[in-house]
């Protein structure tokens, strides 16, 4: 059975950090996120082990950490890195909400950032455009494949799309448990 978690997944910058601390908010859930996660098991930056162990290592962590999700943790809403869908248990984990956006609308949101720069080089990823790019085609039938509902996230605040969620997704489960 799934737990009872929000799983926020969706591209690099797409905001589902802004979003989940939105959601714990107004929800009174705690939220998590697995790069945090990561950094924490590791003591390092994500930057850092993709420099020193490379994307494949990063990869098992990631499945690693899959595995404790599942095992552990309810009631939570759980913000994910850009490449977390292909642990292969999301759906066990929780309900999985797919945060679509253009990458052109990412790019714009990422340059509002004061610290648009520092951002940028926190994910090894982003660094060639170009690939990032590509990246966004290539995995938008995969989010979409993981999701349980896609939100549109385009010219909404993050406030706005929380009180989707909590509208769409977390009232109307919580009306399922009464029935
Ligand atoms: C990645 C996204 C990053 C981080 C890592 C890889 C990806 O997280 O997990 O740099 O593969 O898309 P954010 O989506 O939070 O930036």
Redesign the pocket.
């Known amino acids: 059975m799934k737990n009872n978690n929000i799983i926020l997944m969706?591209?690099?910058?797409?905001g589902?950090?802004s979003l989940a601390r939105e959601l714990s908010k107004l929800t009174g859930r705690v939220s998590i996120?697995?790069?945090d996660l990561?950094e924490s098991m590791e003591n390092r930056s994500?930057k850092k082990i993709?420099e020193k162990e490379g994307e494949a290592y990063?990869r098992e962590i990631?499945k690693k950490l899959s595995v404790w999700l599942e095992k552990s943790v309810k009631d939570t809403i759980i913000?994910?890195?850009?490449?977390?869908f292909h642990v292969g248990n999301l759906q066990e984990i929780g309900h999985v909400i797919y945060l679509e956006s253009s990458f052109n609308a990412i790019l714009d949101r990422i340059n509002t950032f004061e610290n648009a720069k520092k951002k940028l080089k926190?994910?090894?990823?982003l660094k060639n455009m170009t690939k990032a790019k590509e990246?966004v085609s290539q995995r938008h039938p995969k989010y979409i494949a993981c999701a349980d509902t896609i939100i549109q996230t385009e010219e909404k605040s993050s406030q706005q799309i929380a009180e989707e969620i909590i509208k769409d997704v977390i009232e109307k489960s919580a009306q399922k448990e009464v029935e």
């Open positions: 969706g591209f690099m910058g797409v589902k950090g996120d697995t790069d990561i994500i993709f990063f990631e913000s994910t890195g850009g490449g977390f926190k994910r090894p990823l990246l």
